[in-house]
C-alpha cells in the first residue's frame, strides 16, 4: 500500500502527535508498504527518515500556539497528495484539514482519521460559553468523521466527542518499552539527597495543569513530606511557574529531546504527577508505567483508562486530593508498585498499534467502492 500521512501541529519539540508519527511511519515501511508523511514547516522541504518520505508543506506559525504550524492553503497538500497517489491516507487533524477527506472520497482515496485531541475539553473554562465555540468544533470533527471511511481513537474519552452513529475504532497507542524501563533509574547514590524525587512531563501550557503540580508539591512540604518535583517540559507558563514555585523543591529540567534522559528523570521518581484532564491517551503515563513509576492522574481525560491495579490513583486536580493520592503511594511497597506498572505497560506495544492500524487500512481499502468517486 501506499500510506500518506498527514498532521499539522507537529514541531520538533511537540509531544504525543510527533512520537505516534515517527513510531508508525517506520513500522508500515518495515511491514512492506511506502508511507510518505506530510507536516507544515517555514519552507518546501523533502527528505527520507527511517524509510518514510518526509514532504514538508509552507504553513504560516498559529499565533500564541508556541510554534505550531498549519497547512491552510489547499493547492500545496494536493499536488503533494496527487503526486503521491496513495492508496489510504492516515488523517491527524479534524478542524483544519476537515475538508480533505471529502475531497479525497471523490478520489476514490479512503481517510483514516486519527482524533489526537478532545478542542472542546480542551477549550472548556477559556472560552466564553455564550459564544458557540462547541457546535463550531463538533460541525468540523463530524463533517470530518462522516467522510471518513474509518474513524480511530485510543480511547473511550476520545470516542466521547464523536456522534453515537460514528462507528469509532479503539486503537490504544504503544510505548518504547526498551528506551522506558526500571533499569534507567540512577543509582541512588547518584542523587544529590535524599529527597524523595517526583516527575512532571508534558507542556507547560494551561490544559496540562502544570500549576497543580506544583502547589501540590507546595501541600506535601507543608504536611512534612521531604519531596524534589523535577519538571520536564516547556511552554508559555515557565515563567509564572517559576515564580510560582519559588523556595519550593522544584527542579525545571526544560525541553529534552534525548528520550533516554527522560526515561532516567522518569524512572528515577518515585511517583509521577500527571493532572492534566483533557489528554486523549496519555503517552507520558503510559511512558512512565513503562519505567515501573506509578502515577497520580485526574478523573478527567484519557490518561485515567491507563491506570491499572497497583498502577497509581485517580484523584481529583487539586493539589489536596493529589497530595493525598501522592502520599498512599509513598505509603505503599515501591517493588510492587515498579512490577505492577511495568506488567501493565507491556500490554502496550507499537508494534501492535500499527498491525491494528493496517488491518484497518486494508479493510478500508478493500471496501473501496464505498468510497467511489462522487459527484
Same mark, same amino acid.
Given at each position: 500500500? #501506499?500510506?500518506?500521512?498527514?498532521?499539522?501541529?507537529?514541531?520538533?519539540?511537540?509531544?504525543?502527535?510527533?512520537?505516534?508519527?515517527?513510531?508508525?511511519? %517506520?513500522?508500515?515501511?518495515?511491514?512492506?508498504?511506502?508511507?510518505?508523511?506530510?507536516?507544515?514547516?517555514?519552507?518546501?522541504?523533502?527528505?527520507?527518515?527511517?524509510?518514510?518520505?518526509?514532504?514538508?508543506?509552507?504553513?504560516?506559525?498559529?499565533?500564541?500556539?508556541?510554534?505550531?504550524?498549519?497547512?491552510? #492553503?489547499?493547492?500545496?497538500?494536493?499536488?503533494?497528495?496527487?503526486?503521491?497517489?496513495?492508496?489510504?491516507?492516515?488523517?491527524?487533524?479534524?478542524?483544519?484539514?476537515?475538508?480533505?477527506?471529502?475531497?479525497?472520497?471523490? #478520489?476514490?482515496?479512503?481517510?483514516?482519521?486519527?482524533?489526537?485531541?478532545?478542542?472542546?475539553?480542551?477549550?472548556?473554562?477559556?472560552?466564553?460559553?455564550?459564544?458557540?465555540?462547541?457546535?463550531?468544533?463538533?460541525?468540523?470533527?463530524?463533517?470530518?468523521?462522516?467522510?471518513? &471511511?474509518?474513524?480511530?481513537?485510543?480511547?473511550?474519552?476520545?470516542?466521547?466527542?464523536?456522534?453515537?452513529?460514528?462507528?469509532?475504532?479503539?486503537?490504544?497507542?504503544?510505548?518504547?518499552?526498551?528506551?522506558?524501563?526500571?533499569?534507567?533509574?540512577?543509582?541512588?547514590?547518584?542523587?544529590?539527597?535524599?529527597?524523595?524525587?517526583?516527575?512532571?512531563?508534558?507542556?507547560?501550557? %494551561?490544559?496540562?495543569?502544570?500549576?497543580?503540580?506544583?502547589?501540590?508539591? #507546595?501541600?506535601?512540604?507543608?504536611?512534612?513530606?521531604?519531596?524534589?518535583?523535577?519538571?520536564?517540559?516547556?511552554?508559555?507558563?515557565?515563567?509564572?511557574?517559576?515564580?510560582?514555585?519559588?523556595?519550593?523543591?522544584?527542579?525545571?529540567?526544560?525541553?529534552?529531546?534525548?528520550?533516554?534522559?527522560?526515561?532516567?528523570?522518569?524512572?528515577?521518581?518515585?511517583?509521577?504527577?500527571?493532572?492534566?484532564?483533557?489528554?486523549?491517551?496519555?503517552?507520558?503515563?503510559?511512558?512512565?508505567?513503562?519505567?515501573?513509576?506509578?502515577?497520580?492522574?485526574?478523573?478527567?481525560?484519557?490518561?485515567?483508562?491507563?491506570?491499572? %491495579?497497583?498502577?497509581?490513583?485517580?484523584?481529583?486536580?487539586? %493539589?489536596?486530593?493529589?497530595?493525598?493520592?501522592?502520599?498512599?503511594?509513598?505509603?505503599?511497597?515501591?517493588?510492587?508498585?515498579?512490577?505492577?506498572?511495568?506488567?501493565?505497560?507491556?500490554?502496550?506495544?507499537?508494534?501492535?498499534?500499527?498491525?491494528?492500524?493496517?488491518?484497518?487500512?486494508?479493510?478500508?481499502?478493500?471496501?473501496? &467502492?464505498?468510497?467511489?468517486?462522487?459527484?
Amino acid at each position: 500500500m #501506499r500510506i500518506v500521512q498527514i498532521a499539522n501541529f507537529v514541531t520538533p519539540t511537540s509531544g504525543g502527535l510527533r512520537r505516534t508519527l515517527e513510531a508508525l511511519g %517506520p513500522r508500515y515501511v518495515a511491514a512492506g508498504h511506502r508511507c510518505t508523511l506530510v507536516h507544515p514547516g517555514p519552507s518546501r522541504q523533502t527528505s527520507v527518515v527511517n524509510g518514510v518520505r518526509i514532504e514538508q508543506v509552507p504553513g504560516p506559525p498559529l499565533p500564541l500556539s508556541g510554534g505550531y504550524r498549519v497547512l491552510t #492553503r489547499r493547492t500545496p497538500l494536493q499536488r503533494v497528495l496527487a503526486a503521491a497517489r496513495p492508496d489510504v491516507v492516515e488523517l491527524s487533524d479534524k478542524t483544519t484539514l476537515s475538508w480533505v477527506p471529502a475531497w479525497l472520497q471523490r #478520489r476514490a482515496v479512503p481517510t483514516v482519521l486519527i482524533a489526537h485531541d478532545r478542542h472542546d475539553a480542551m477549550l472548556a473554562g477559556t472560552l466564553p460559553g455564550w459564544l458557540p465555540w462547541r457546535s463550531v468544533i463538533a460541525t468540523f470533527a463530524g463533517r470530518t468523521a462522516e467522510a471518513s &471511511a474509518a474513524v480511530v481513537c485510543a480511547s473511550d474519552f476520545c470516542a466521547e466527542q464523536f456522534a453515537p452513529d460514528i462507528g469509532v475504532t479503539r486503537v490504544p497507542l504503544g510505548v518504547d518499552l526498551g528506551t522506558f524501563h526500571p533499569s534507567c533509574a540512577p543509582a541512588p547514590c547518584a542523587l544529590s539527597d535524599d529527597a524523595i524525587p517526583l516527575a512532571f512531563v508534558g507542556r507547560l501550557s %494551561p490544559e496540562k495543569r502544570p500549576g497543580v503540580a506544583v502547589d501540590t508539591v #507546595r501541600e506535601l512540604v507543608a504536611r512534612g513530606r521531604n519531596v524534589i518535583l523535577r519538571v520536564i517540559g516547556d511552554g508559555p507558563l515557565r515563567g509564572q511557574l517559576e515564580a510560582r514555585a519559588m523556595g519550593l523543591p522544584v527542579r525545571f529540567a526544560g525541553h529534552l529531546d534525548d528520550r533516554s534522559s527522560v526515561a532516567t528523570i522518569v524512572a528515577g521518581a518515585r511517583v509521577m504527577l500527571a493532572p492534566c484532564g483533557t489528554e486523549t491517551f496519555g503517552l507520558a503515563v503510559l511512558e512512565a508505567l513503562a519505567c515501573g513509576t506509578p502515577v497520580v492522574v485526574p478523573p478527567d481525560g484519557g490518561a485515567s483508562e491507563l491506570i491499572g %491495579p497497583g498502577t497509581g490513583h485517580v484523584a481529583g486536580p487539586d %493539589p489536596r486530593s493529589m497530595a493525598d493520592a501522592v502520599e498512599r503511594l509513598l505509603d505503599g511497597v515501591a517493588a510492587d508498585q515498579s512490577r505492577a506498572c511495568r506488567a501493565h505497560a507491556e500490554l502496550f506495544s507499537w508494534d501492535g498499534t500499527a498491525a491494528a492500524m493496517l488491518g484497518l487500512f486494508e479493510h478500508v481499502c478493500s471496501n473501496r &467502492a464505498t468510497h467511489a468517486p462522487v459527484a
